[in-house]
């Protein structure tokens, strides 16, 4: 049984690591940290949880938990892994870190687009980017594993095949995404309010937003070159949900099947993702709740662009989910362990 | 193993019993019935249960179901099941019907209510109400259960402790009950458009509503004589939950403790009832996608009434999670095999 | 030209004020009041109004404003308006309180309900209670208008008629209502985030919501007994709209036609009342952006009880349109003026 | 007064094409048409128009209105103003065609992409693309007037200025469009369903959407060269609102400042055109209910692209609010006359 520690527990991603957890037969949760709620019942916090779990939070007290866990979560803002990390932690425990601190291989790179100093700079290198379809192997060997963002996580996996083969323009490639509100946390703030999300839809982060250098580093890994994208995330009135549009001049004349080769290529395997029917767009709602990724594409013969599209549930795939993944092949468990979650509809 | 046909598969009743099911250790979906999608991809109709079924949609040819089967579900509209049912079948298969058919015991009420003639009239009587937290021991024996529906199965629960011990009078009691709207099915209809639905909330079936001599019945069991009541449901403009607002005059002065242990007595083991907290109301985000019921009260001693207030998922307890809450246990399985859901918040 | 001066210009019903006087022929706002935006431009608040509206927010200065304006709209939490008013402004401009202040006539019940010590009781008897409809001889001769509650608003109309002819047994009355968000206002707090309200539904002030002595003080009024009863609101995902299910035993027998007849005697002139046609019950989305109460009912032969249903905008007929209603009136203005707006559909 | 016909008043751009003219003081409709509800009271078809519209809806008899009125509207499928129109009405009356019909100047594309013949293509070159902030003067002077599309009117808007001073590379243009669902019509249909909708966003028509050809003839004028582009659409869940998220090469280096300075070149004077603050961005929630279209930008220089986006309501803008602009103009009159709508939040 894997004892697992998860610091941040009450925000959502941290939520749905409860929730998924739970379900987890091979792993137990021994610690519920959240700084805002010590001694609360956690099941006060989370009512869905009455019942289920009995356990109060506690402080975010990383040595303690390394002394317990076997694994650690943080699922909290940038900058507090990286300043509570170090080597005798490190040594105790796996740590997975669902925050944006360990994600970019470049310091600086991270400094600017995050506006703040790193704390522990020394473990940039060792740690493993958790995308699992991509760095399965690695991520079995880590100590230290970098949960990607919610955003990239869809991004990435989508246009993944296509920048490996050299199959699209990276100049040209543009990302529009679209997010449920769930990715914004549980933060009390005016902007997501009830009353200010519903029957709405707007752009934010316009040409700034945080997610764009780590798109960049892993698509610039994929096509072996620097990538420099346009990425434009938008906010939709529904709690989950990400989908992201993506569009990219082909770099030559294929064909529907070619494309899809390529594709089958390296998701065929992939038991999370699920390249749809021709035909077939992806929606966010059938992946709901699941660690599913789907993914279709269109080409238009006309403008001699692709449109790739791709669809997960922001705090499964995109948060709480793949940091399970991600724990299950660190510890040698099969990739999909208490990850069968079927997607809720409707 | 036990083998499952279901009649009804492609509504938002049999869509979710084919979610449970999925991940129920258990059972098996051998056949997957569907009048309106004959010879069509499962997954092609539910798209979240693409490469998790892979199975066409079969007709509702229920003789030849009965051959294969251990169990049939029926999620179809009213009068089918009572239609197909005969001894042959039944000496066969158990059958768990999710429409009305079966649920009256007085098969005038059945005809006037529903407005339709009662095809098999002489099934009523042995046929068991499946309201398992009450009915545990005569399902556990039945070939014929008919499952409780989703307002009704919301409206008993939270009542039914009081109105057995006589702390309510029954001659006050109103309920007011508020639907998601997957309550409504899936048939293309124009009041259930996306756009008269948002932003919308209405009473319907006022005075009339079909749900209301089913809980009338079950009720006047509880209460050991006849109950007549207002019943009256909302459209609330959201995928899933039912609140129910419960409204009676107590019989005599008790406390919070009083009545608390009231429905202790009855629910102390009941896996699927959560009485929730002093001052804690329930919500339906809190049960969403499980086969809980959330239960409280309120004891108003200005008015003398108490307001009882009960939460379930319409499609889970309401509907499949309950049908398959019956199946565990007329076929001797733990109640809540494949049944431990965790809500899904937000 | 009518100076009109917000108090509490930027919570949502001091937003609903100005986008209603701002097309209003007769009237003029001279100050936009905020006392959290000082100095910001109002069209930074509320971007709808960008071009619309040039004018800065300004501080809670009532003297100041008395000096200018000819009528003051007060949109504040409760306490405020009481604790600012006095003779010297009184005798400038008239005031339109659409926080609880001056609505109930017995000081004691306010401070018991409210919880806060009342700081102008001497106020309080000369306050006119500005439900037009009922009120609307008074009203044009306030000086002091304490306009309804939301909530208030649209449970008094719904069954105001059958109190005042005697109709209903007022101890058997039951008031089940339903809000969108709005009515919870624009503060930033965990409870109103989108991911908190959305797919779900809740009770809240169960037997104890401040809005309950209103309507029993103004039902009381038109039965002429005292009235004691139950109201329990509740909060459904959607941005506007009040519907409230109310429920009482009648006291003889009657027609829908002799019922319909009392709903015509007091609302026949009443343009702002919609009794709906037979069988057609209110709903919230075919009012929402207007100042209608739209109204209906049913008789329950089998329970002797009648179910009355009332729909509203909680921002216009239950907020900001209600209290130009007044202002139109106390001025000697068509009491439309300003207020024939078409309900927004879909 | 202007006697106005409607012909498919009981769609969703039809009834907000009632909606706006019941508050236009220099108009009356004298004809309801709707061929599904002939003989029915407008008002049962839309209750929000009880006691505000009396009249029963008629056929689609567009000679007998040619006889009365003195301008049609066309708000109904493509096809059918293009097979009713002919000299004779023209002579009579004006008509403003909300549907696809006379929008697209070169027949055979018009075939091509809406995969109907055109029934009277002699009409086509006299048609007036009913843009108004673009072709007011050919507007006063027509007599047969193509109201543009709801993604089109926001997409062209959006990039008009600059695509007509050559700011950007018409060949690098990609319109991400979002739109609330009553673009998609009040037909009953599956996919239109609340549950389908709910908690969703998708993709659709992409590389083949039927907006494609009308924003690429458009654009192609306004930047004298053929434009051949990425158009994709997506549902949101929300009732109203278009929100176009344009991307594209700028053609040189320019400033914020010089880019907005085109903006007002173009827009300065346009009425229902709002222009926003530097690094505001559009929201479609700031303009539903109203005519107006907002509009701004991002350049991003580490890829040297230009973000646009533009936010319409699409039923208003996008729909009959333009057709009333339409109206406005061919009649002389003011252009806002009856569009003084103001946004309604929340």
Not at 159 to 178: H, N, Q, S
Not at 195 to 207: L, S, T
Request: proline content about 4%; aromatic content about 10%; some cysteine.
């Amino acid at each position: 049984m894997i004892k697992v520690g998860i610091i941040g527990s009450t925000g959502y991603a941290g939520g749905e690591l409860v929730r998924i957890l739970t379900g987890h037969k091979d792993a137990e949760i021994v610690w519920y940290g959240s700084r805002s709620y010590i001694d609360q019942k956690y099941a006060d916090v989370y009512r869905n949880m009455f019942q289920i779990v009995d356990a109060a939070c506690m402080d975010d007290n990383m040595e303690a938990l390394a002394a317990q866990a076997d694994v650690i979560f943080t699922a909290t803002p940038q900058g507090l892994c990286a300043s509570l990390v170090n080597e005798n932690i490190l040594s105790q425990v796996k740590i997975i870190d669902l925050s944006a601190d360990f994600r970019i291989k470049d310091v600086k790179t991270y400094e600017k687009w995050y506006g703040i100093e790193h704390k522990s700079p020394e473990f940039i290198s060792e740690a493993v980017y958790g995308l699992c379809e991509i760095n399965r192997n690695d991520v079995k060997k880590a100590r230290l594993i970098a949960n990607p963002g919610c955003y990239t996580t869809c991004s990435i996996l989508t246009a993944y095949p296509l920048a490996k083969e050299g199959l699209i323009d990276m100049d040209t490639l543009i990302i529009d995404a679209k997010s449920g509100t769930s990715g914004a946390g549980r933060g009390a703030k005016l902007p997501n309010l009830f009353c200010e999300v519903n029957e709405n839809i707007k752009a934010y982060g316009v040409a700034t937003h945080r997610h764009t250098p780590e798109i960049e580093e892993q698509l610039g890994y994929a096509s072996g070159r620097e990538v420099v994208l346009n990425f434009t995330p938008h906010l939709v009135p529904m709690n989950r949900g990400i989908l992201a549009t993506e569009y990219a001049k082909l770099t030559k004349d294929v064909t529907y099947e070619e494309v899809k080769a390529v594709y089958d290529k390296y998701y065929k395997d992939a038991k999370f993702i699920r390249v749809l029917d021709k035909g077939v767009f992806p929606e966010t709602k059938w992946v709901e709740g699941s660690n599913y990724t789907d993914i279709n594409f269109q080409i238009d013969p006309r403008t001699g662009r692709i449109i790739m599209m791709g669809a997960i549930d922001n705090l499964v795939k995109g948060a709480a989910g793949q940091a399970v993944q991600n724990m299950n092949l660190a510890f040698g468990l099969p990739e999909d362990e208490g990850l069968n979650l079927v997607p809720m509809f409707p």
